[in-house]
């Protein structure tokens, strides 16, 4: 064994490439969304959300939304469900009826903004009431 050698340099150089290191867990959580999606937001639990196509019919759009990396489905496995909003009165549709959007900050909030904020390049179809 080498003794003449210095280890504080090397400990160094690890210690300042630790951050860029891969956890296992997360290198398994990376997944390609492809090009409908646009990234909207994150939650606390680590679940990405990204929308996809957005309707509008009047005051209401139905944006599609898929979430990555959610701690209550099996590992790599992805959703995607709709969401209907209406941008008049700040609701989204639930089973039981229309439902006030949370605030501002708040995952529903941002479903919201992206889909009754979406520029009409990124509208997939407009319908006439």
């Known amino acids: 064994m080498n003794f003449t050698t210095p ?12 951050p860029f290191a891969e956890e296992p867990s997360k290198a398994a959580a990376q997944v390609n969304v492809g090009t409908q999606w646009e990234f909207i937001t994150d939650a606390d639990d ?3 959300y990204f929308g996809g196509p ?9 944006l599609l939304i898929k979430s990555v990396n959610d701690p209550e489905l099996p590992p790599g496995e992805e959703d995607q469900f709709r969401m209907a ?5 700040r609701t989204y549709k639930k089973s039981n009826g ?11 909030y941002r479903w919201f903004k992206h889909a009754c904020g979406a520029s009409p390049l990124k509208v997939s179809r407009t319908v006439q009431a």
């Open 7 to 18: 280890i504080a340099p090397v400990f160094a150089a690890a210690l300042l490439l630790s």
């Open 46 to 48: 680590g679940t990405l």
């Open 54 to 62: 957005v309707t509008r019919v009047g005051n209401n759009a139905v």
């Open 85 to 89: 909003f209406n941008c008049a009165n």
């Open 98 to 108: 229309w439902v006030t959007v949370g605030e501002k900050g708040t995952v529903g």
